[in-house]
């Protein structure tokens, strides 16, 4: 059995082990220093800019890993971190979630406390669940507390290469919500979830690839066995828009030569054009619920985000209906996760808008002194990836005081989709999970830094 294993995890450490003994050449920049990343934020944007948090600094430290995407690290009592994943290979195995009634994700244990030299296994072989009458069924929200794993999807539609005016999109609608797989004993065993894609968890969306609200959540990620919740609630974030957009995004069709894409007139209202897709959105919300395996299924048992009250105070509401955006920026938002940052007494929220879902992607990080806001802007990175998705920080790799986090993500899935060229931007990324260490700038940091 340990001869098994050991063979297993070879895909995941090969990358590590030779890191290991060159590492200072492979995770830093030629010149031995890092660079702050420019920030140029669009004069249209709702936040105000952070006066304590000015940008980020990359120090040139990244993996090597070669495993799948879609990594979003829970930080268990154990102290080891679990994440999903999906859509490559990890550990020797395979996974993918665009496969309609026979959609898999994956699971895996990521083992050690140096971001440099994590051991990540399966903890069981990938789950399969059906995704119609949607055709993709993906990781969303996953935690970790008191020993059980609660495993969230979400669904995606129509089709992963969608056709539209000669332009390929990937997965243009996000479809609900179906639940959350549960296990009792760190992911070797599970039990599936009691909803589906018809019968999802939220009462969403109206009809069949019609927008949704509680789009992909995520768990905030509140530390070890959520030790920083403020009540004891786990809290989740997800993405969305309205069924009456007043702004939606516009149609197009491939671009000329150096051009990713011409918007075009008069395009019908058949398609959507990915005004709310995997990685577009209009509006972040919040929902919260005390997680237990009774409740974390019960539609009941949740309150959601209902805006603030006269006196500024956070309104909750078991309605449905009465839910309100957490934070908007119309034709700008996309997927969206949030850590809470016990060295600063802050919350940072990363905010990825992909559109038009396979070309670069623009991702920015916001900060905020409680989970309910005001948000403030920290650092727009435009072209971040240079097409960077799922973005987030694992609370247990971030410094005591705060500054030093290492930022989980993905990049560059789909190179040469319309001829859109790619290169990769911070060095180091990949397709797959990338772990990238950088340091949250202050009004008096310099651009080069210590």
């Not at 970790?144 to 290469?161: A, F, K, Q, R």
């Not at 959507?272 to 974390?296: C, F, G, K, M």
């Not at 005001?374 to 410094?399: A, C, H, T």
């Not at 772990?435 to 008096?444: A, N």
Request: aromatic share 12%.
């Amino acid at each position: 059995m340990i001869m098994k294993i050991t063979q297993s995890v070879l895909l995941c450490l090969m990358a590590v082990s030779s890191a290991a003994a060159g590492e200072t050449a492979r995770t830093l920049p030629a010149d031995g220093k890092g660079f702050a990343w420019e920030s140029s934020v669009p004069s249209d944007c709702p936040f105000p800019r952070s006066p304590s948090l000015t940008g980020l600094f990359f120090t040139g430290r990244h993996s090597d890993y070669r495993c799948g995407d879609t990594f979003y690290p829970s930080w268990a009592s154990d102290g080891n971190l679990y994440s999903p994943w999906t859509d490559g290979k990890t550990d020797g195995v395979v996974s993918q979630s665009g496969k309609g009634a026979n959609a898999q994700t994956g699971h895996a244990v990521m083992i050690g406390d140096d971001p440099l030299k994590l051991e990540i296994r399966n903890t069981s072989a990938p789950k399969v669940a059906s995704a119609l009458p949607y055709h993709g069924r993906y990781p969303a929200g996953s935690l970790v507390y008191n020993d059980i794993w609660y495993y969230g999807t979400y669904c995606l539609g129509p089709e992963g290469s969608t056709p539209h005016n000669g332009f390929t999109w990937n997965w243009p609608n996000l479809g609900p919500m179906p639940g959350f797989q549960i296990s009792r004993d760190f992911g070797k065993t599970w039990e599936p979830s009691p909803h589906s894609a018809e019968k999802p968890l939220f009462p969403e969306p109206e009809k069949f690839l019609g927008p949704v609200k509680m789009g992909a959540p995520h768990f905030v990620d509140f530390g070890k066995n959520m030790e920083h919740s403020p009540d004891g609630k786990a809290y989740l974030i997800g993405m969305g828009a309205e069924e009456n957009d007043p702004k939606p995004r516009p149609c197009i069709k491939p671009g000329k030569p150096g051009e990713t894409y011409q918007v075009i007139e008069g395009c019908t209202n058949d398609f959507a054009h990915a005004n709310l897709s995997w990685v577009t959105a209009d509006q972040a919300y919040l929902a919260r619920v005390t997680p237990s395996p009774e409740t974390i299924n019960d539609p009941k048992a949740y309150e959601f985000f209902a805006g603030h009250d006269s006196s500024g105070q956070p309104v909750w509401t078991h309605d449905f209906e009465k839910i309100k955006p957490l934070v908007e920026w119309n034709n700008h938002m996309g997927c969206v996760t949030a850590t809470y940052v016990p060295g600063l007494k802050k919350y940072l929220m990363c905010v990825t808008d992909g559109w038009p879902t396979v070309a670069k992607m623009t991702s920015y990080i916001l900060e905020a002194d409680k989970i309910t806001g005001p948000w403030r802007m920290v650092s727009y990175m435009r072209d971040f990836g240079e097409q960077g998705y799922f973005l987030n920080f694992s609370s247990k790799f971030i410094s005591p005081d705060g500054r030093k986090l290492w930022l989980c993500y993905s990049a560059n899935f789909s190179p040469g989709w319309n001829g859109v060229k790619l290169n990769f931007n911070p060095p180091g990324g990949r397709y797959g999970l990338c772990l990238h260490e950088v340091k949250l700038r202050g009004p008096r940091s310099s651009k080069t830094e210590d």
